[in-house]
Each structure stands twice: as structure tokens, then as C-alpha cells.
């Protein structure tokens, strides 16, 4: 009998936790939104930096709440609240995948370090928090 590779299994404890796979269908949809918003009219609908006072009515457009045209309303300045909250959702995902690709740019840069350099003063020099890594301010 084959044992399975560990995504496989991961794949199956996630698939066994209803409230996990849950959470992970809601942020693929929140994710695949924010992204579709930045491409496609018909997501985002609106500019979310534009300031609209009145609608094509003549009426004040400003401190809306939700209707046809401006999804979750408008705010102080008639800015589009739905464009403006996918625009702040790109926003957030860039920002959160460039600090996981930072992470692992340095994580791998430093246990290739410790592993080529055969130094075990790297593998160790996370010994407390308060204080500064030993790498740092060893010679």
C-alpha cells in the first residue's frame, strides 16, 4: 500500500474540517474578486478614486447606502464604497504576498548559508527575541 505525500494529506485534513474548507472557498472568492475587479468594468464599476457629489438626477450622491448603481453606497465625497473596498483588497494581498516572498527570500538565503557555509552559529542565532541575531554582530 502506497502511503500518500503530504499535501495529499493536507489536501484530505482540509477537506475533513468543514469550517476550514470553508474559510479557504470564502478567501479564494474574496482573492479571485479583488483581482477580477482590477481587470474586468463590470466588477469594480466605478473609479474608486472619483468624486461624484450628485448623480445623473441632479440628487446629492454623497453618505448613500447601497442601491442599483453604487453596491455597498457612497461615503462623505460620493466615492464608490464597493470599488473602493477591492481596490484596498488588491491592495492588501500585494502587500501580504510581497512580505511572504521577502520571508522566504531571506529563509532560504540564510539556510543556504548555514548549510554550505557548515557554520552552526546561523542555524542557532535565533536564540532570543529581545536580543539581535548573533549572525548580525559576529565577525
Do not use: C, K
Not at 478567501?27 to 450628485?54: C, E, K, M, W
Not at 477591492?86 to 516572498?101: C, K, P, V, W, Y
Amino acid at each position: 500500500m502506497a502511503t500518500r505525500g503530504p499535501w495529499a494529506a493536507a489536501g484530505a485534513r482540509l477537506l475533513s474540517n468543514r469550517l476550514a474548507f470553508a474559510s479557504a472557498v470564502a478567501l479564494a472568492v474574496i482573492t479571485v474578486t479583488s483581482i477580477l475587479g482590477s481587470a474586468i468594468n463590470f466588477v469594480q464599476r466605478h473609479d474608486p478614486a472619483a468624486q461624484v457629489y450628485t448623480d445623473a438626477a441632479g440628487l446629492d450622491n454623497t453618505n448613500r447606502g447601497p442601491n442599483r448603481v453604487n453596491w455597498l453606497g457612497t461615503d462623505g465625497l460620493g466615492r464608490d464604497l464597493w470599488a473602493r473596498t477591492l481596490q484596498a483588497t488588491l491592495f492588501s494581498l500585494r502587500i501580504g504576498i510581497g512580505a511572504e516572498a521577502v520571508t522566504v527570500a531571506v529563509g532560504i538565503s540564510l539556510g543556504l548559508a548555514a548549510g554550505l557555509g557548515g557554520q552552526r552559529r546561523i542555524a542557532s542565532s535565533y536564540g532570543s527575541p529581545t536580543s539581535p541575531p548573533r549572525f548580525l554582530t559576529s565577525s
